[in-house]
């Protein structure tokens, strides 16, 4: 009996183990595909910049923590963020906070993937933004944190530009936020581009 227990451990453990690896540990910049309802957006991730917060971003990966999310909150010219609510404007599960790495030398540039967070500059979670301008004022500042760019955009800048047309409420009724995208995009799922 014992051995088959232990054989059952070391199966799951076997099965367990990949699905735990780090994602391209050799690559320095891996890349993801976002698949959305508006189209594709190839993003390279910068490693090297900010290894917690790509560690912290493929974990959500890995287990399709993002798959079926929205981009919920669109601000014309500054940003749109997704990441954190279902199509109900349902909140999705979180990992611990991850540890603030703005001063990384990233700026929040048009174009850029940055992680969205509350007041205090180490809640970082799951969601995440992007720039739609260069946002200077996101970026650290005189000892001040800033928002931790961890990539930037190489291919699907046009779907990013459609997304930014979209219509926003500067409050919606139902959830009491601001800045609701009217029909909020649906990012479906993000993909691991395979390394070359």
């Known amino acids: 009996m014992k051995f088959w227990i232990l054989l059952a451990s070391f199966l799951a453990a076997s099965f367990v183990?990949?699905?735990?690896?780090?994602?391209?540990?050799?690559?320095?910049?891996?890349?993801v595909r976002m698949i959305t309802s508006m189209g594709d957006i190839t993003v390279e991730l910068n490693r090297e910049?900010?290894?917690?917060?790509?560690?912290?971003?493929?974990?959500?990966?890995?287990k399709a923590q993002y798959n079926d999310t929205i981009f919920h909150?669109?601000?014309?010219d500054f940003v749109i963020q997704g990441g954190g609510y279902d199509k109900d404007f349902q909140g999705k599960p979180t990992f611990e906070q991850v540890v603030n790495e703005s001063g990384n030398g990233l700026l929040n540039e048009y174009g850029t993937i940055a992680m969205a967070r509350e007041r205090d500059p180490h809640t970082a979670t799951r969601q995440f933004f992007f720039n739609l301008n260069d946002n200077t004022s996101?970026?650290?500042?005189?000892?001040?944190?800033?928002y931790t760019v961890f990539g930037r955009?190489?291919?699907?800048?046009?779907?990013?530009?459609?997304?930014?047309?979209l219509e926003s409420k500067p409050f919606d009724d139902t959830t009491g936020?601001?800045?609701?995208?009217?029909?909020?995009?649906?990012?479906?799922?993000?993909?691991?581009?395979p390394q070359n």
């Open 153 to 165: 955009i190489v291919d699907g800048l046009d779907v990013l530009e459609k997304m930014a047309q």
């Open 17 to 31: 183990a990949p699905a735990c690896a780090e994602i391209q540990p050799d690559n320095p910049f891996p890349r």
């Open 73 to 76: 909150r669109l601000v014309p």
């Open 138 to 146: 996101l970026n650290p500042d005189k000892g001040d944190w800033g």
């Open 177 to 193: 936020w601001r800045d609701v995208a009217k029909n909020p995009p649906v990012l479906k799922r993000i993909e691991i581009v």
């Open 49 to 62: 910049a900010a290894p917690l917060t790509i560690k912290n971003f493929f974990r959500y990966v890995k």
